[in-house]
């Protein structure tokens, strides 16, 4: 071996053996030690409960919808339609506290032709009004009441529950169930032993069901029959996510 060999391979080894002393010279304390620890095995899994249950109310979006020459005109026409709804509501047997309005809207209507400027026709007012029905034997009558003294347009039904507590809390003891059931079923099939919940997160939950309905053209038009109107069934579910450990 030559002799600027030897040395190279003398300064690598000094170089080596510099560093950890360094290191201890800055930080004032020995080489910190790094222990690796194992994380404990966990099994993590969701489940979901649900309760169908029979809806006990009743949410109308209904609107009357005006147009005249003036903004003045349709405004006063409409605020005479629905000072007629109001009226046919209350002998309807709806009470106030369940009748809101939720929209209010004048706008100005023009006429659009090819190469010409827009031309004003006239203008339209909206008035949406939300009604809360609380017997469900009176939705279509209520509908048909609403539509013969002036409302023009209907957005939708929603069908929902007074109070959804109880409908909830069941679906949470199903899911519940549903998702030890599965804990145990992996559990044997992966021959460990399983442990205790290490955390436990809940989604869903209730929320009305909107359907579509429609106002007829003629609120009296099958013989006098009111508008048949189906609540069906609503379904209320509850979503859990849980972390299990598990050991060997």
Same mark, same amino acid.
């Given at each position: &071996? ?20 360094? /290191? ?7 080489? &910190?030690?790094?222990? +690796? ?18 809806? =006990? ?17 349709? &405004?006063? #026409?409409? /605020? ?14 709806? *009470?106030?506290?369940?009748? #809101?309005?939720?929209?209010? *809207?004048?706008?100005?209507? !023009?006429?659009?032709? #090819?190469?010409?400027? %827009? ?16 017997? $469900? ?7 048909? /009441? ?16 007074? =109070?959804?507590?109880?409908?909830? =809390?069941?679906?949470? #003891? ?6 030890? =059931?599965?804990?145990? $079923?992996?559990?044997? +099939? ?9 955390? $436990? ?6 929320? %009305?069901?909107?359907?579509?309905? !429609?106002?007829?053209?003629? @609120? ?10 189906? @609540? ?11 972390? !299990?450990?598990?050991?060997?």
């Amino acid at each position: &071996m030559t002799r600027t060999a030897r040395a190279l391979m003398l300064g690598t080894a000094l170089m080596t053996l510099a560093v950890p002393a360094v /290191a201890s010279a800055q930080t004032g304390a020995s080489p &910190m030690q790094v222990h +690796a620890m194992a994380q404990q095995p966990a099994l993590n899994l969701s489940a979901y409960g649900e309760v169908k249950v029979a809806p =006990d109310q009743a949410t109308i979006n209904f609107g009357v919808v005006t147009e005249a020459a003036t903004a003045q005109e349709a &405004m006063t #026409q409409n /605020a005479q339609q629905m000072t007629r709804v109001v009226a046919a509501l209350r002998r309807a047997g709806i *009470n106030e506290r369940d009748i #809101q309005t939720s929209g209010l *809207n004048l706008s100005a209507q !023009y006429d659009y032709q #090819q190469n010409q400027p %827009p031309k004003l026709r006239g203008y339209q007012a909206q008035n949406r009004v939300t009604v809360v029905i609380n017997d $469900l034997t009176k939705v279509g009558a209520t509908a048909d /009441a609403v539509v013969t003294a002036g409302v023009n347009q209907i957005d939708g039904i929603a069908f929902g529950l007074k =109070d959804a507590k109880a409908a909830e =809390d069941q679906a949470r #003891q199903l899911a519940v169930r549903a998702l030890q =059931d599965k804990a145990r $079923l992996y559990a044997q +099939a992966l021959g460990v032993q399983l442990g205790g919940v290490r955390s $436990l997160t809940e989604g869903g939950g209730y929320a %009305p069901e909107p359907r579509p309905m !429609y106002a007829r053209a003629m @609120a009296m038009d099958s013989g006098g029959a009111s508008t048949p109107v189906s @609540a069906g069934e609503l379904t209320v579910r509850i979503d859990i996510s849980g972390t !299990y450990d598990i050991g060997r």
